[in-house]
């Protein structure tokens, strides 16, 4: 009878054991500090709540039932696509290319709820910083540092937030493109005259070949006032010559479409739209960008034209950068390295031509190099075939320089 008794309980505890052993345990999972939902950890893998989790870093979830199928939206535009029961998974970036994943373990649903792999999400999904301490998950966004002498700043481009040594000094929101997604590597701070911070951002556009991406931001001395500018180009000769200037108690932030004029004093920012002038002055020239800028002038332009543009009276006035005595030095080169097709005429024509330039034929392209007491300075380089040299390709630059009294009477 004893011994019937103790097998009745042993099957009745393995019987109770079987069940308990396959819940899931449970693990908190902080954010930035803050809890913000709990995970499951099952079958040796750790598993985040979709929606919750999603919609926590202000991405959309949508879940169609027929396929199982769900689809988030991720702040920057970006999308995910997964399906239960499928171990692919598709990430569609906003700024074009689309990669495609194999996931395990795999998402699923209990109780109405969707979980996806922890790892999978914070590391490829939302590259979030991961750590696990005390049984709980704790997730941060990658955070950019510059030390200057004993002083440590931390920026975190996802809230826009700038700490000094551990102290908060405030938060100053960076630009995305809404075509690209912007991946930010490097941090250089700085102080302005009037005891605000400026911040030198560089990244790369990631699923693209990008050469550089600069923004630059402004944080006013008591953290309350912030301004910014994206500067990005997939041709570095395009970019813009100087990114920030400080001038007069007035600093300037340059940027892809607009320039952001910064009064500290007064607490004003304003913004010029570069997209104006150039579709005013310079109509047709997609890659023109603004070479540099004083708070008066502002020379626009790239590869072919040039324009000094006065700001106060909305004026501008192109440089004459191709002279008769150049063309003549440059004839003589050209003989035997332009095709049938392409004559010295059209070779001037096609004078800076991107697509041009990836043709068999040479084309000529100009460049600002600085301006200086009044006098603007460029250098156009002529590029030919020689072919008693090796490599053939060669190029010939051509010094040019532009009065700015003389260019706008």
């Known amino acids: 009878m004893k011994k019937k008794l103790l097998m009745t309980l042993l099957v ?25 939902a709990t995970a499951l950890e099952q079958g ?30 991720l702040a920057d535009g970006s999308r995910l696509i997964m399906q239960i029961g499928s171990p692919e998974a598709t990430l569609l970036r906003a700024g074009g290319g689309e990669m495609g994943y194999q996931v395990e373990p795999q998402a699923f649903v209990q109780n109405g709820v969707t979980y996806v792999p922890l790892r999978f999400v914070t590391d490829t999904v939302l590259s979030m910083e991961l750590d696990w301490r005390d049984g709980a998950v704790y ?15 931390s920026f975190n481009p996802a809230n826009g937030e700038l700490t000094l040594n551990g102290q908060k000094l405030g938060r100053c929101r960076v630009p995305y493109d809404n075509n690209v997604d912007i ?28 050469s550089s991406m600069h923004t630059n931001a402004w944080l006013s001395a008591d953290g309350q006032q ?18 920030v200037w400080q001038l007069d108690g007035q600093i300037w932030l340059n940027g892809n479409n607009e320039l952001v004029q910064i009064d500290e004093a007064a607490g004003q920012v304003q913004r010029h739209n570069l997209g104006q ?22 020379v626009l332009g790239s590869g072919s034209t040039f324009v000094v543009y006065d700001m106060q009276a909305g004026v501008g006035r192109a440089a004459p950068l191709l002279t008769e005595e150049m063309k003549a030095q440059v004839l003589p080169l050209l003989k035997d390295s332009l095709t049938e097709n392409f004559t010295a005429d059209n070779y ?48 010939k630059a051509f010094p040019v320089k532009i009065v700015i009294e003389e260019l706008m009477k």
Request: hydrophobic fraction near 40%.
């Open 12 to 36: 009745l505890t393995l019987a109770l054991a079987v069940p308990a052993q396959a819940l899931a345990a449970e693990a908190p999972v902080y954010l930035e500090g803050e809890r913000v």
């Open 44 to 73: 040796g893998s750790t598993f985040l709540p979709l929606r919750t989790m999603f919609e926590t870093v202000n991405a959309t979830v949508e879940w169609d039932e027929p396929q199982q199928k769900i689809t988030a939206t």
């Open 139 to 153: 997730l941060a966004y990658p955070k950019l540092t510059y030390q200057q002498g004993g002083e440590v700043y």
């Open 183 to 210: 991946v930010y590597n490097q941090l250089k701070v700085s102080k302005t005259a009037a005891g605000g911070w400026l911040l030198d951002l560089q990244g790369i556009v990631r699923g693209a070949l990008t």
């Open 226 to 243: 912030s301004a910014a500018a994206l500067a990005n180009s997939l041709r570095p000769e395009l970019e813009p010559a100087a990114y």
């Open 277 to 298: 002038w150039l579709s005013s002055v310079l109509p047709g020239q997609e890659e023109a960008v603004c070479c540099w800028q004083d708070g008066h002038f502002a």
């Open 348 to 395: 001037w024509a096609n004078f800076g031509n991107v697509q041009a330039l990836n043709i068999q034929d040479p084309v000529p392209y100009a460049e600002f190099v600085g301006a200086e007491n009044g006098v603007w300075q460029f250098v156009v380089k002529c590029t030919y075939y020689d072919f008693s040299q090796e490599p053939n390709y060669q190029t």
